[in-house]
T-cell receptor, first 112, second 116 residues
Framework: AQKVTQAQTEISVVEKEDVTLDCVYETRDTTYYLFWYKQPPSGELVFLIRRNSFDEQNEISGRYSWNFQKSTSSFNFTITASQVVDSAVYFCALRDYNDMRFGAGTRLTVKP | GAVVSQHPSWVICKSGTSVKIECRSLDFQATTMFWYRQFPKQSLMLMATSNEGSKATYEQGVEKDKFLINHASLTLSTLTVTSAHPEDSSFYIC????????????FGSGTRLTVV
């Protein structure tokens, strides 16, 4: 069965600290996609990244970086030099052949 | 890029009434649409999957007679919460999948339903 685990329920950091959000997934499919979304208080889901199962290259986008490791079924997300505006709930999601499932989410609070 | 419009963004209704939420793909045809429900401080839970022109597939535990889903065209899916009760108060989000290109999954902005 498809499953996404975000073990960190809440994380609180001080501005400018680096923070890593963990995501571990399970799927029986060999072809799948992994996503990270940001959900600010307004509720709208903001797409951050999509990675397919055949592309293990890590990616960096500004202060954001992602580490995809199939060997450990993990797709971790790091924010460098965090800012107050990064405060939100972050969801990791897995899409395989059937549908898309979300992890429980990690609430990140960045304090000034 | 792909845009999904979801309306209304919020609605308050009385117990016993029905509420319809619309999800439209504005610049692409959505072969499949998904409806999610999110309780406060919880994750998004998939409620149902709808394919254009066929009956929706509901997740276990979701009452199909209560949450009516219609996907009559490639650009519109609707979720109707029938005989709403306070426990139906939640945040509902739709997602559309085009089945091709780089659109992948595109989410609506969500609907906050409050049943009083």
């Amino acid at each position: 069965a498809q499953k996404v685990t975000q073990a960190q329920t809440e994380i609180s950091v001080v501005e400018k600290e680096d923070v890593t959000l963990d995501c571990v997934y399970e799927t029986r499919d060999t072809t799948y996609y992994l996503f990270w979304y940001k959900q600010p208080p307004s509720g709208e889901l903001v797409f951050l990244i999509r990675r397919n199962s055949f592309d293990e290259q890590n990616e960096i986008s500004g202060r954001y970086s992602w580490n995809f490791q199939k060997s450990t079924s993990s797709f971790n997300f790091t924010i460098t030099a965090s800012q107050v505006v990064d405060s939100a709930v972050y969801f990791c999601a897995l899409r395989d052949y059937n549908d898309m499932r979300f992890g429980a989410g990690t609430r990140l609070t960045v304090k000034p | 890029g792909a845009v999904v419009s979801q309306h209304p963004s919020w609605v308050i209704c009385k117990s016993g009434t029905s509420v319809k939420i619309e999800c439209r793909s504005l610049d692409f045809q959505a072969t499949t649409m998904f409806w999610y429900r999110q309780f406060p401080k919880q994750s998004l839970m998939l409620m149902a999957t709808s394919n254009e022109g066929s009956k929706a597939t509901y997740e276990q535990g979701v009452e199909k007679d209560k949450f009516l889903i219609n996907h009559a065209s490639l650009t519109l899916s609707t979720l109707t919460v029938t005989s709403a009760h306070p426990e139906d108060s939640s945040f509902y989000i739709c997602s559309a999948y085009s089945g091709q290109g780089n659109y992948g999954y595109t989410f609506g902005s969500g609907t906050r339903l409050t049943v009083v």
